[in-house]
Nanobody
C-alpha cells in the first residue's frame, strides 16, 4: 500500500507559476510511472502529465511547453512545475501511481488561476 500527499497548490495570477509536489510513503514508487491528473468543477478528471521510471515524459496537449513533470526517486517524490498559468488550469490536482494492480491517489491540491 502507498500513501500520496500533494502540496504546493494555491491562488496565482494568470501568467504566474506554481510548483506542485507529491510525496509517497508506505512503499517505494521508484519502479513505477507517476502521473498528475486534474479535475475542474463540472468536468471529468483528466491526465495532465506522466513520467516513467526511466524519466520519459508525456503531457496533455493543453499543457505542453508550460508544465514540466519530474521525479526524485531518492526522496520518493514527484513534482509538477507549472508556468504561464491560465484560468483554464484552475482545478484540483492529484498525483497518482499504479502498483500491485491498484491505482492510488492523493487527496488533491487546489490550484486557482485568477486575477
Amino acid at each position: 500500500q502507498v500513501q500520496l500527499v500533494e502540496s504546493g497548490g494555491g491562488l496565482v495570477q494568470p501568467g504566474g507559476s506554481l510548483r506542485l509536489s507529491c510525496a509517497a510513503s508506505g512503499s517505494s514508487v521508484s519502479f513505477y510511472a507517476l502521473s498528475w491528473y486534474r479535475q475542474a468543477p463540472g468536468k471529468q478528471r483528466e491526465l495532465v502529465a506522466t513520467i516513467s521510471r526511466t524519466q520519459s515524459t508525456n503531457y496533455a496537449d493543453s499543457v505542453k511547453g508550460r508544465f514540466t513533470i519530474s521525479r526524485d526517486n531518492a526522496k520518493n517524490t514527484v513534482h509538477l512545475q507549472m508556468n504561464s498559468l491560465i484560468p483554464e488550469d484552475t482545478a484540483v490536482y492529484y498525483c497518482s501511481v499504479g502498483l500491485y494492480g491498484l491505482r492510488y491517489w492523493g487527496q488533491g491540491t487546489q490550484v486557482t488561476v485568477s486575477s
